[in-house]
């Protein structure tokens, strides 16, 4: 399976460092081999080869702030815009690990629907193109008979869009609530333990958590968009930001955490998504909810049902290696289908 992958960021160099690490586990279990063709970056250099490119080298060479120090190779080709590499390279699988960009969802909606067209799948952690082109890229998808998948963009790896989307397929899921995003629970998580918010907003950010731009994080559009992508996935809707309520947690001082600890309570900031509304907002939970004990970058979710009740998913929200997984079980799950 060659892959493209655009973006070499926290989740692109997650997934190289994976797929390095369990290259052999992966052949020998699910006879996968998984080669990069293409890694493409908006201003650390772009390299293309009609052979393959070694992960460790790739983590390596980033180190140095630029992928133009790659050693020369074989069928080496460099500085190919991302929009071509899209729609005129060889390679199976496009996937998109930019930073999400919560304004248009541009450049990335239009490069997976160029590698969508010329026939290869899509695997996304990339937001901003779901959270703005999730029909027209599934239709897309459709029309050219290849998966559109972005397990990734959800709660990292931890399986929160194929327990709604599969796993619960055949119940019907009439609502869905949750921490959804890392940084800020990470934050409320370290005010409770007595950091500042500074602090434990750059503790956030050295960890690999926050986005580019953090303030996605803390004014909780990183969760409405998440919210986002759960309607679309879950209830076929396609909600927009200014349709929806969002609240995140920097108005919250250091005396609210510990008004609410007082009160045997936490705050948590809360996505809720009905075939209805979706929204984010800080609520403070009694200790003794499930929720309010969901701790650190780790993210839960709450999907009610009609036939299984109220079904909880706990895990790892955020991080390279985490998010990377996410990546890799997309992948897994198209060679499983395709025989890549
Ligand atoms: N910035 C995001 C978070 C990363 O903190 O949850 C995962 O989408």
């Known amino acids: ?30 006879g996968l081999k998984i080669e990069i063709a293409a890694v493409a970056t908006r201003s650390r250099g772009t390299l293309y080869s009609t052979n393959k490119l070694d992960p460790k080298t790739l983590l390596q060479v980033i180190q140095s702030g630029t992928l133009d120090n790659h050693p ?19 390679f199976d699988v496009l996937i998109e690990a930019s930073p999400s960009n919560l304004q248009d969802g541009q450049p990335s909606i239009a490069i997976c629907e160029a ?57 019907t899921i009439s609502e869905s609530r949750g921490i959804v995003n890392g940084t800020t629970n990470f934050i409320l998580t370290q005010m409770g333990d007595g950091l500042n918010y500074a602090d434990a907003l750059a ?24 919210a986002v992508i759960l309607g679309a996935a879950l209830f076929g809707k396609q909600f927009a930001f200014d349709q929806m309520q969002v609240t ?23 996505a809720r998504v009905t075939p209805d509304t979706a929204s984010v907002q800080p609520m403070r939970l009694p200790i003794s909810h499930p929720l309010a004990n969901v701790s650190g970058a780790t993210n839960a979710i709450t999907y009610t049902t009609d036939l299984m009740g109220d079904i909880t998913l706990v895990g790892a929200g955020a991080g390279g290696i985490q998010t990377g997984f996410g990546i890799l079980s997309d992948l897994i799950e198209i060679h499983r289908e395709s025989g890549i």
């Open 203 to 226: 503790e956030a950010q050295r960890l690999g958590y926050a986005e580019t731009d953090p303030t996605a994080d803390v004014e909780g559009w990183d969760a409405a968009g998440k």
């Open 115 to 171: 590698a969508l067209k010329t026939g290869k799948h899509i695997v996304l952690a990339n937001k901003g193109a779901l959270i703005y082109g999730y029909n027209t890229l599934s239709q897309a998808a459709r029309a050219n008979g290849k998966r559109m998948l972005f397990e990734a963009s959800v709660m990292a790896g931890t399986p929160s869009l194929r327990l709604g989307m599969q796993a619960l397929a055949g119940c």
């Open 72 to 90: 020369d190779q074989a069928g080496l080709e460099r500085g190919i815009s991302p929009l071509r590499l899209a729609s005129e390279a060889d």
């Open 1 to 30: 399976m060659r892959v493209g992958l655009i973006g070499f960021g926290v989740v692109g160099q997650g997934f190289a460092a994976l797929i390095s690490q369990k290259t052999e586990q992966l052949q020998a279990r699910h």
């Open 248 to 270: 995140g947690i920097s108005q919250l001082t250091a005396q609210d955490i510990v008004d609410a600890a007082a009160a045997g309570e936490r705050w948590k900031l809360i």
